[in-house]
């Protein structure tokens, strides 16, 4: 456990509600590994820096976190007139969804909020407001539900005792409970699959050191953390049998945006013959983008790469540096996008359609 710690960090929830409604609460995970801090935003400026910053980060959570976070804004609006009302929503909106380009989630969130606001147009603002609350709550419950799904779906394709290499941090961190890509590690757990999980540090940010590898240890998952440059090394040495990672936007035609470095470790699972699996919650699936040609990759600030994390700057002072948060893994090189309703395969232009046709059935 970190300091100033009394609970197992898998007690802590990574984005709630406070009980009074009037803040979004946080896990700050800028601190982790070292200490578990909670933080309260209220204001669009305070959100919009936790998510810029990746105090809250990860597809799902910030998501979530989104929902939460423009329902108080819309609950700070003061007026009876809906014109009035649903004019300072969008611009509250469209501030909050100019914090990161690349995780779908953030709009899809903030769009599922609007729809509240114009299906209920007749009820009166208060009213509206009530709704936005119940969405969001129902927004994190779904989110539990969907990963337990992809979980379940995920263990179909692991044996017990299997190595499985993941990248980033596509854990509970990420979402409200099991996370997407480790779903099928906690699933296996509570059915004594006893999994070998290698965790890769994932440079710049460290989210696989800092955050997956803490998660799993915490939770007595078999973990190995190991270099990003680490993963072709396991996998030559015939230690991983699946990569499961997780996805910030997948295109129509199966191209997945993920963390930098993710499109490597597909490459080298190629090479050694190990399938490589995306799990994808329905809401990370964008089916309006319709290759990865066409998803923006978010570009962070250089210090992220030559400074942060480190006791001394680990690089020359001023040199020049490209910082790209994701990269784009060819569809080519998935074997699998394992959603909520079941496991598409290629060709994901039809599959992923097919996957979208069954949760409209599911849900209306
Ligand atoms: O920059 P981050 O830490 O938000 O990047 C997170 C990832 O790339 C995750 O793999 C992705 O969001 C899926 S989380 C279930």
Redesign the pocket.
Known sequence: MCEGQVKNIMEYETVALDDEGSALVILDQTKLPGSAELLSLHTGEEIWDAIYL?KV????AIGVAAAFGIYLLAKGIETEDYDTFYAAFCRHKEYLNSARPT?VNLSWALNRMEKVCTDNRTLPVAGIKEKLKAEAIALKEEDIRVCRAIGEHGLTLVKPGDGILTH???GQL??CRY???TAPVYLGQERGYHFRVFADETRP?L?GARLTAYELYASGVDVTLICDNMSATVMRNGWVNAVF????RVAANGDTA??IGTSVVAAVAQRYHVPVYVCAPTSTIDMNTLTGADITIEQRPAHEVTDMWYEKPMAPAGVKVFNP??DVTDHDLIAGIVTEYGIARAPYTESLREIFEKKKQAVG
């Not at 980060?57 to 799902?60: V, W």
């Not at 990672?245 to 910030?248: A, E, I, L, M, R």
């Open positions: 990746l980060r990860g597809a799902p995780a980033c941090n596509a990420a979402t996370g997407t890509a940010l989210q990672v997780g996805c910030d993920n963390k948060a994701f």
